[in-house]
């Protein structure tokens, strides 16, 4: 069982940047994938990056793609997603999610999420 936190959302200006922190509890997190998903009102759940246990592979959606960075410390139990270059169209409820296996894209076959933190880019 693993129980995801996030935090470090908030308002932002276009161009801008924000840094999400998701706290892990549980012995096992480093041997989890872990990623990231938001969801824009109206809208389905967005697959945006993830990073396997090792840090060893990241991979991101193509509408972040050369703009936000995944990265975690699993000494600290937590993963991070730095976002820089932000627009308008990137506000949305942003959830940390972790998997036992590798993360997929989908979000129907995630294992375990957290509550969400909001993230709004004003123009």
């Known amino acids: 069982q693993v129980q995801l936190v996030e935090s470090g959302g908030g308002l932002v200006q276009a161009g801008g940047s924000l840094r999400l922190s998701c706290a892990a509890s549980?012995?096992?997190?480093?041997?989890?994938?872990m990623g990231w998903f938001r969801q824009a009102p109206g809208k389905e759940r967005e697959f945006v990056g993830a990073?396997?246990?090792?840090?060893?592979?990241?991979y991101y959606g193509d509408s972040v793609k050369g703009r936000f960075t995944i990265s975690r410390d699993n000494a600290a139990n937590t993963v991070y997603l730095q976002m820089n270059s932000l627009k308008p169209e990137d506000t949305a409820v942003y959830y940390c999610?972790?998997?036992?296996?590798?993360?997929?894209?989908?979000?129907?076959?995630?294992?375990?999420w957290g509550q969400g933190t909001q993230v709004t880019v004003s123009s």
């Open positions: 999610a972790a998997d036992r296996l590798s993360m997929s894209t989908d979000p129907s076959h995630v294992d375990y």
């Open positions: 549980g012995r096992t997190f480093s041997s989890y994938a």
């Open positions: 990073i396997s246990w090792s840090s060893s592979t990241t």
